[in-house]
Structure formats: structure tokens, C-alpha cells
């Protein structure tokens, strides 16, 4: 089926398995991994070419036009966008949207019109009147994902905000039994966004299916944080194998999917 007019022209090329090019965004990222009783995993991260995580203290500034198009296929392909609080409120999060020349294929693969944001807090110490819980669609109310030692007032304040309240765990948010709560509200695909202290816990978790890292050709130095910052998942850490490689504008996209 070709592109809609509106579509913007991808110059992505793929470096691994076999080179190929161009390839659009979406069919590259569109063999999303699968996990059993639960939704599959991707996580999502930018860095720069010395591994740093922001610029500023935001992400943003280490992307660019082709870094943006693999953002937005990514949300385009998944059910529920995963986030930790501290993220959404350092990188200003709002209601997801999508790409008006993506719309036709989320409807096509029997999609919700946008995805979910899922905002991970045990605290939740959030600003109820942002436009992440304002300005969200009836049909794609943001999502707590809290436990069940969070504070009772902040449960109200949630409700009263609209959004949809997930509890799982008892002191701690317990991310698998979140991950087959989500599976049961219908999301076949999470997208995880970050921060670098959900990331490492999702992995200590075991439920990482896929690692999708930008390296932006940007040096940054200074003292910005790494994608995980957490305890490791296993002594020596998780074995993981290349599942592609792709280039644009500089930008390297690399694709690895957890050893089996």
C-alpha cells in the first residue's frame, strides 16, 4: 500500500540483518516481540555517542528528524506508553497523539486511535492540572500505575483528575502484575519510556523484550546519568542479541531483543 501524500519521506536505511533502503519507520519497527501472559516490552532510549541520556537534563536535545520519526512509529505500533513520574514531568508529557499519515494503520491493526500513557509513582506526587490529565481523550484516559501503600489523598486526587488507577503491589509497585494488568485492559504492546530507574527496574524484573537505542552524533561529556541506573538484573548483567541496525541522518538505530 503506498504512504499517504502527507507522509514525511524517510531516507532510513538498514544496516543489519541485510542492507536495505529506504525503509520506512513503521515496517522497520512493526515485528514487535511477544511475551507470554503479558504484553511485549519495548524499551526506548536516546543517547548521545559518550553515552549520555540528556542534554540540559532533557532528552529532547539529543534528537533530531529522523531520531522523531522512529519516536513516533514507536508510539504509532504500541498499545500503552510506559513512563516513570519523575520523566513525565522533567520532559513536559502530555496526552499521546498520532501522526495524522499513521492513523490509517493503527485502524488497520485494529488499534485504539492513540495510545495510553501509563505513568508509573508510588508516591504519586503529580500535578493533577497538567494537560497530560486535562487535555486527555475520553476513550484514552491516562493510566496510575501505583501500589497499595500510596498515600490515600493522592488516589482521590487521581480519580478526580480522570485518570484510571492501577494498583499492583503492596510497597512497591510490582511492574510484572502491572505489565498482566495492562495485557487484561487489552494492550498487547507496551512502550517504555524511561526514566533510567524504571528502566532498571523492568530489567531486575525480567520483563524487557527489546531494547531500542538511538545513538545520537552528539558528544555531550559532563555528568549526565546512563539509560539504566539501578542494580543489575542477574550477576554479569542480561545477555541480549542484535536484531537490526539502521542509519539516518547520522542517527543509529539498534534493535536488541533478550536471549531467550
Known amino acids: ?28 519497527y512493526a515485528d514487535l ?27 529532547g536535545g539529543l534528537g533530531g528528524g ?25 520532559e513536559g508529557y502530555g496526552p499521546a497523539t498520532v501522526a495524522e499519515h499513521l492513523a490509517p494503520g493503527r485502524a488497520a491493526r485494529g488499534q485504539a486511535p492513540v495510545p495510553r500513557i501509563a505513568v508509573v509513582t ?13 487535555g486527555a481523550r475520553a476513550d484514552a484516559r491516562p493510566i496510575v500505575v501505583t501500589c497499595a501503600s500510596a498515600p490515600a489523598q493522592g488516589l482521590r486526587d487521581a480519580e478526580r483528575a480522570g485518570a484510571e488507577v492501577l494498583v499492583a503491589g503492596d510497597a512497591e509497585v510490582d511492574l510484572p502484575a502491572a505489565l ?6 487489552g494492550a498487547r504492546s507496551v512502550l517504555a519510556e524511561g526514566g533510567p530507574r524504571l528502566n532498571a527496574a ?13 545513538v545520537s552524533p552528539r558528544l555531550v561529556g559532563g555528568d ?12 554479569g548483567g542480561t ?22
Open 180 to 185: 498482566v494488568a495492562l495485557g487484561e485492559r
Open 66 to 90: 529522523a531520531d522523531r520519526r522512529v519516536y513516533l512509529a514507536l508510539r504509532a505500533l504500541t498499545d500503552v506508553v510506559l513512563v516513570a513520574a519523575g520523566t513525565a514531568r522533567a
Open 224 to 235: 549526565a546519568g546512563r539509560s539504566l541506573n539501578g542494580p543489575e538484573p542477574r550477576p
Open 33 to 59: 516481540p511477544v511475551a507470554a501472559g503479558r504484553p511485549g516490552v519495548r524499551l526506548n532510549m536516546v543517547a548521545s555517542i559518550d553515552g549520555a541520556i540528556a542534554v540540559d537534563g532533557r532528552s
Open 1 to 28: 500500500m503506498p504512504p499517504p501524500p502527507d507522509a514525511p519521506v524517510s531516507a532510513m536505511r538498514r544496516l543489519l540483518p541485510e542492507p536495505a533502503g529506504p525503509v520506512d519507520p513503521v515496517e522497520a
Open 122 to 134: 508510588r508516591s504519586l506526587s503529580l500535578d493533577w492540572d497538567t494537560r497530560l490529565f486535562t
Open 239 to 260: 545477555p541480549m542479541r542484535l536484531w537490526a541496525v539502521y542509519e539516518e541522518e547520522g542517527f543509529l538505530f539498534m534493535r536488541h531483543r533478550t536471549v531467550a
Open 202 to 214: 523492568l530489567a531486575a524484573a525480567g520483563v524487557i523484550d527489546e531494547i531500542c537505542m538511538t
